[in-house]
């Protein structure tokens, strides 16, 4: 399934140093801050085709999940909370609330992506068995 990614290699060293031809890493250059839709591997390698006849293959820390339009997060009551990508930090997400009309009720509050997989893990996440859960 391709999902919608942002480019975001901030260190090229590593990829200079195991990729052995030159117009393959400028492909990775040129992809750098761009957006493209990308097939994410079970792996969590991310496949770009950046021309027809050319791909990258991206680490997950090359490149960040986004989200480019409003999107339904969830309701609270009667309001609803909508989510997208920061267009000021790609590491992070906005989050709003809205009425049933879609006027916003609160401002956009940014917060960084990790800190929402936190809060979702520390929720929802498996509770590992302690001893005393055992017992």
């Keep these: ?4 990614i942002k480019v975001t290699i901030a260190d090229f060293t590593v990829l200079k140093e195991n990729l052995n031809d030159l117009q393959e890493l400028e492909l990775y250059e040129k992809a750098n801050g761009h957006t493209y839709d990308a097939e994410i591997e079970h ?6 085709d ?6 990258i293959e991206l680490a997950p820390g090359e490149y960040q999940l986004m989200i480019e339009e409003w999107t339904h997060a969830g ?4 309001w609803m909370v909508q989510t997208k990508s920061d267009p000021q930090d790609d590491t992070a997400l906005l989050y709003r609330k809205v009425d049933a009309n879609g006027n916003e ?7 960084p992506k990790q800190v929402v997989e936190l809060v979702a893990k520390t929720w929802f996440g498996k509770k590992n068995k302690t001893q005393s859960d055992e017992a």
């Excluded at 309701?75 to 009667?78: A, D, F, K, T, Y």
């Design 43 to 48: 792996d969590g390698y991310a496949i770009v």
């Design 1 to 4: 399934m391709k999902k919608r």
């Design 105 to 111: 009720l609160e401002a956009p509050v940014s917060l």
């Design 50 to 55: 950046v021309t027809e006849d050319d791909y």
């Design 75 to 78: 309701n609270i009551g009667e």
